[in-house]
């Protein structure tokens, strides 16, 4: 499957503004641990950023309101990939 680079590029700057603006903090936690377990800094973000597109189709798909406990609890559970 192609890869579509506006949404690619998009996402990973979603990502870039949580772990510089610590908001929310587990996303730079989540960064740290990942580079900490041998994951590359790409690696890293996009991972995160798989959470984050997770996230976003909840909202537009289900009609659900962001829902920070879920996002934090998945970031959490990388690198396994939210289902």
Known sequence: M??????????LE???NQIRDLNPPATKETF???????HDTDEARRLIGCVVVSEI????????????????????????LPE
């Open 2 to 11: 192609k890869t579509n680079k506006l949404l690619h590029d998009t996402v």
């Open 14 to 16: 979603v990502v870039d």
């Open 32 to 38: 740290d641990r990942l580079v900490g377990e041998g």
């Open 57 to 80: 189709f909840d909202i537009l798909k289900k009609r659900e309101p962001f829902d920070e406990k879920r996002f934090v609890a998945a970031l959490r559970k990388l690198p396994k």
